[in-house]
């Protein structure tokens, strides 16, 4: 099982897992956050194999996107042999979709510097398992596996997983992995019931500390709303070992 088939050099065509929960004729947009973040990634080791690795992915979304092909450009902004700036850019009919801008930076020895203060959340087996399907529809969302420790309007913690393969007979990192399953945060900690208020991401942006481990995702979450429209989701990302880094969505709040 997959969410998407590379059918062309640069065409990825999505399968029924990619359904949308605001729209069930659009595309869910976390998976394919997933694939650029894959192609940027397969970019660099057809140029050159020199140890980069990506410490910050920054989406714009453009728009919806129906359930139909997407195609994936990449190119280099800045080039560097320490830093690199790549661009990522999907595209549906011609019409640009989704935008991401990664920084690729180099491995220096800081074992003995690490350390953070964010909180550890519970282990997945500590946190009930969570029908999201009760909440959301769409076939994006009935594919993962949801762990969630309700904290109030606006806040949880949840552990997500999925079975499926981001991209069929290919093999994905596991940071393209996680990237492709980073948009559902949006959706687990919701603040009012989607049904009476609509509240999209027009933007993700991921910046990481450390590679993601195997395993769960675990989304420690806090959604906010404005007075005027506005809204942020914000979200400490942890593996079974810990925080890795922090995800935050601009939000559009409509009522």
């Not at 519970?122 to 909440?135: E, I, K, L, S």
Request: with cysteine.
């Amino acid at each position: 099982m997959s969410y998407w088939h590379r059918t062309g050099p640069r065409t990825f065509t999505p399968t029924e897992h990619v359904g949308g929960a605001w729209d069930l004729k659009t595309q869910h947009i976390a998976t394919l956050l997933g694939v650029l973040a894959h192609e940027i990634e397969r970019d660099r080791d057809n140029r050159r194999d020199d140890g980069l690795r990506i410490s910050r992915l920054s989406y714009d979304i453009l728009g919806t996107i129906p359930l139909e092909p997407v195609d994936v450009e990449v190119t280099v902004l800045r080039g560097g042999r320490t830093i690199e700036l790549v661009e990522a850019r999907a595209s549906h009919a011609g019409r640009p979709v989704v935008l991401l801008r990664a920084w690729l930076t180099a491995d220096y020895p800081t074992a003995d510097l690490e350390g953070t203060h964010h909180v550890t959340m519970p282990a997945p087996d500590q946190v009930p398992a969570w029908d999201m399907t009760a909440v959301w529809g769409g076939g994006f969302i009935a594919s993962v596996e949801v762990r969630r420790r309700d904290l109030g309007p606006g806040r949880a913690q949840a552990w997500v997983r999925t079975p499926h393969r981001l991209v069929a007979d290919e093999g994905v990192s596991r940071l393209a992995q996680v990237a492709g399953l980073l948009d559902i945060t949006n959706g687990v900690a919701v603040r009012v019931a989607p049904e009476d208020v609509s509240f999209p991401n027009l933007d993700l942006t991921a910046h990481l500390f450390r590679t993601p481990g195997t395993g769960w995702l675990g989304l420690d979450t806090t959604v906010s709303f404005g007075q005027a429209g506005a809204g942020v989701t914000t979200s400490v990302l942890h593996d079974e070992h810990g925080a890795f880094g922090i995800s935050t969505q601009c939000l559009t709040v409509r009522p």
